[in-house]
């Protein structure tokens, strides 16, 4: 069967840039599934993606004109229901069979299978491959339906077939009004049709710049250098975020030697969905707008304008900036010259921002908060503030840090305030940013400033931490009050959804703390956090009788349930995040099975727990551990870690109590001074004896006392063997 390469596209209007590169990449992927799982195509088949601002295009590799027939057998009913006792078929069967197409002729060829226990019927049949023509349209179908659409638009259409359509009367459901259909297979034309279309070979070039329009495919491998050379068109999405990349550096390195565009993939992402022909320019603007923080300056030119702003060496902006432009005249003056008028608005608009709210301090704008709703359950931002303030002040005491809790306090009280200021209003994305630079405008110091700045981070996977500990601990409690908060009235992730984003806040929690060695206990925080919530006064937000009495704690009468949810909510962010890592998830439990505390000692105890795993004895210790752990789970009441020694008889028990109390001596004082590795490794002596014992020893005898005794031992072990993990967690 002769095979070609098919090149698919459809063409349309100006596609969301925002979504354009998912469209790309789903149209190509699951057009070509579709085509394979066909048998039109082979495993071996390449697809290959084309995305630009009006076309979304794939070209498959090897694309059969017709499928293959396939043999197929199928199991039709028992034997005993299709044929009676004189060996006749059953109407149930000739029923069956003419709906497959067959006739009572059919029968003698039927085979009779072993199904389970009893026989059934088996028809073999060929089924004819589709045609290239009928794959094409159902891969096509299937593609369109599985678009990741952000929001479909309803148009009607100005043509379509037959003689009696009428404009206007039908409507399609599609991301953006479709004009054309290609579909070519080698040099022929694929008959297809998709939202009101007829497939073709000609598709259309670039606006403005195009040497041909239309531009008539010669066959499908012509596609993406007809459209470069005949339409201007630059038609793969990788290949025209590759060539801005390019020309961005070098506009840069004209501008200056030690210049260099931001580096922002999304932005490169969004600009490479808005041009087909790239074509970068420099603008630039006043100096004087350079007194503006520069954060102000780059969100606005990127956010508004799609520019990339330039930087120096040391990352300070610069009055210049890259346009990426969708035309190339051989006079770019009026180009740049526009974007230069356009951009200087808003960054004027940027200054008078910055220069009115530095009229007011920030601490003149506390009282404001307690007008501003944070949640309907939780009052507002003004005692939000407080909340932090209550938990930052907990965490101060438990860290010992005197001397920073008045910097703490004084940046708890402020981190919120930049909220009413007219610039965050404008660029929420600069809270906290501007919070820093106004409260260094107050005379507040670095220290509280830098704290203001830093206590939204991590604000995303990655993300740096806050520079110091004043920041580090504001940053927690503005996390904690969230987290405890949303936790106390029942807003917990659901799913794939988290509206408050509470597994970022949690991860947040877990890497300051274990970053920054911080000797916090996990459990006493997040305790300290619920009080936090405790004795303030009724929320000033005009609230209904019956929602003001679910307000404040003890949160609907569950702060307890609430406090073990979150608890075991922050463990399994940890597993989750130390799994990533490249942990095992056999390491990670024997570990967190613990609920170790502080959450700072993790590492060292999953690199002892690794190090353990490797020696020759740890399997069999594994085992008698899960094995002792059984023996002591199914025994009524705890049983205390305490052996007489004078009623121990056997020579096992006798050895394994001697290795034991030599051993966990050891084992403890390494724990004890944070030599993990070691205290699990002081362990591996007592294999022996554990082994003797299990051989000879019985444990569960008639005689109570000798029961409890060797019960007592068992316990002991167990205790010494899970000081630093759960072990038996590592037992196959």
Not at 603 to 625: G, H, M, T, W
Request: proline share 5%; net charge negative.
């Amino acid at each position: 069967m002769s095979a070609s390469n098919l090149l698919v596209e459809l063409f349309v209007e100006e596609l969301p840039p925002k979504a354009l590169k998912k469209l790309g990449e789903s149209f190509a992927q699951v057009l070509a599934d579709s085509l394979k799982s066909q048998g039109l195509a082979g495993a071996d088949s390449v697809a290959t993606a084309f995305a630009s601002p009006r076309r979304l295009a794939v070209h498959v590799t090897s694309v059969l004109a017709k499928a293959t027939d396939q043999a197929v057998q199928q199991k039709l009913m028992p034997v005993s229901v299709g044929l009676n006792a004189e060996g006749q078929a059953t109407p149930a069967l000739l029923k069956r069979l003419s709906a497959l197409g067959a006739g009572p002729d059919a029968v003698a060829s039927l085979k009779r299978l072993p199904d389970g226990k009893a026989e059934a019927l088996f028809f073999d049949s060929i089924k004819a491959g589709a045609s290239l023509s009928e794959g094409l349209q159902k891969a096509l179908d299937e593609t369109l339906s599985k678009l990741p659409i952000p929001k479909v638009m309803n148009y009607q259409l100005e043509q379509g077939p037959g003689a009696d359509f009428q404009p206007g009367w039908t409507s399609v459901n599609f991301v953006r009004p479709a004009h054309g259909l290609v579909a070519l297979h080698g040099d022929q034309v694929v008959s297809v049709g998709a939202l009101g279309l007829l497939s073709g070979r000609s598709t259309q070039g670039h606006r403005f710049e195009a040497k041909v329009n239309p531009v008539v495919l010669h066959n499908a491998d012509t596609y993406a250098a007809q459209l470069a050379q005949e339409g201007a068109v630059i038609a793969s999405f990788e290949a025209r975020r590759g060539e801005i990349s390019r020309q961005l550096k070098l506009a840069a390195s004209k501008v200056g030697t030690n210049l260099h565009p931001i580096d922002d993939d999304a932005l490169l992402d969004e600009v490479t969905a808005l041009v087909e022909r790239p074509n970068v320019l420099t603008g630039r603007f006043e100096e004087a707008f350079l007194e503006v923080p520069q954060e102000c300056l780059i969100l606005t030119m990127k956010a508004n304008q799609k520019y990339f702003p330039l930087l120096d060496a040391s990352g300070k902006l610069t009055n210049q900036f890259l346009i990426v432009s969708n035309i190339s005249p051989e006079d770019a003056s009026a180009v740049v010259g526009g974007n230069e008028r356009v951009v200087r608005p808003r960054l004027a608009d940027a200054k008078f921002f910055f220069d009115q709210d530095r009229k007011k301090t920030l601490e003149s704008r506390v009282i404001g908060l307690s007008k501003v709703v944070y949640h309907g359950k939780l009052g507002t931002q003004g005692e939000r503030v407080e909340r932090v303030r209550a938990i930052a002040k907990g965490l101060m005491e438990a860290l010992g840090q005197a001397s920073l809790a008045a910097n703490v306090d004084t940046a708890a009280r402020l981190a919120k305030v930049d909220l009413l200021t007219d610039m965050v209003g404008e660029f929420p994305e600069l809270q906290g940013i501007m919070g820093g630079y106004y409260a260094r405008h107050d005379g507040l110091g670095d220290q509280v400033a830098q704290a203001i700045e830093d206590h939204y981070k991590p604000r995303f996977a990655g993300d740096e931490l806050p520079r110091d500990l004043v920041g580090v601990v504001v940053a927690l409690a503005d996390k904690l009050e969230t987290l405890v908060g949303l936790f106390g009235i029942g807003q917990l992730p659901t799913g794939d959804k988290d509206p408050f984003a509470l597994r970022r806040h949690a991860l947040g929690v877990i890497r300051m703390l274990i970053e920054r060695d911080l000797p916090l206990q996990l459990e006493q925080m997040v305790d300290s956090a619920f009080g936090a919530f405790a004795g303030l006064p009724e929320p000033s937000v005009k609230q209904d009788a019956d929602l003001a009495s679910k307000l404040y704690p003890p949160f609907e009468g569950k702060a307890a349930e609430r406090k073990d949810l979150l608890v075991r909510f922050i463990y399994d962010r940890l597993s989750g995040s130390l799994r990533e890592q490249g942990y095992s998830a056999q390491e990670v439990d024997a570990v967190l099975a613990l609920d170790p505390q502080r959450l700072a000692e993790i590492d060292q105890r999953l690199a002892a727990v690794r190090a353990f795993a490797a020696l020759p004895e740890a399997a069999s210790l594994a085992a008698a551990n899960k094995r002792v752990g059984n023996i002591l789970k199914k025994v009524d009441g705890k049983v205390e870690p305490e052996v007489d020694a004078a009623l121990l008889k056997e020579p096992a028990e006798v050895a394994l109590y001697e290795a034991l109390t030599a051993v966990k001596v050891k084992a403890r004082m390494k724990a004890d001074d944070g030599d993990y590795t070691a205290s699990l490794q002081a362990l591996a002596v007592l294999k022996t004896p554990v082994d003797a014992f299990f051989a000879d020893v019985m444990v569960n005898v008639e005689d109570a006392a000798l029961r409890t005794n060797r019960l007592g031992l068992l316990a002991s072990l167990h205790q010494a063997m899970n000081r630093v993990a759960d072990l038996s967690r590592l037992a196959a």
